[in-house]
């Protein structure tokens, strides 16, 4: 049961930003236990191993539409410096520069839970792919099936009772 809370507070912290799945040094700072401070140290004595494309600092206007996406303000008190943002390699990266049993442990569950939303995205483009495949088979069938419906509709339909005529009529 532990598992499964912290697999889901981990995936509600991976976003998207700028066409990748990220998440925040506020929220990564912590699952690791530590300080964003201690994080960003971390990460800038081996600046050399987070290129541009394992993490990257957000910019005023990302960080203004992240941050009114939540009615609960979890992202602390005013910030000098907006928060950077590590794609999964950038991540998997932090678990060479922060040296604990914890953050080895938060590194696997981060990193099961990439896979799992790849696994989640790739299943939705196939349902997306295959009812697309069906509206354009429908849509050349679609006055038949129109035709049925119309058909099923009058056979549904009792046929009208005859008016029970009022008064002395002779036949």
Do not use: C
Not at 33 to 43: E, F, S
Request: glycine share 4%.
């Amino acid at each position: 049961m532990k598992e499964l809370i912290a697999e889901e507070l981990i995936e509600r912290k991976i976003f998207l930003l700028r066409g990748q799945k990220v998440m925040l040094s506020i929220h990564l700072a912590k699952l690791y236990g530590v300080q964003v401070k201690v994080l960003m140290q971390a990460v800038k004595r081996n600046i050399d191993r987070f290129p541009e494309d394992f993490m990257f600092q957000l910019t005023s206007e990302e960080f203004e539409i992240l941050k009114s996406q939540f009615v609960t303000s979890s992202w602390g008190g005013i910030r000098r410096a907006h928060p950077y943002a590590f794609t999964e390699q950038g991540v998997a990266m932090l678990s060479s520069v922060l040296h604990s049993k914890k953050a080895v442990q938060i590194n696997i569950a981060i990193m099961r839970a990439f896979v799992k939303l790849k696994q989640i995205l790739s299943t939705h483009k196939e349902l997306s792919y295959k009812l697309e495949e069906l509206e354009r088979k429908i849509s050349k069938h679609d006055e038949d099936i129109q035709n049925i419906f119309e058909a099923i509709r009058q056979l549904m339909t009792p046929p009208p009772r005859p008016k029970r005529k009022i008064g002395f009529y002779r036949d």
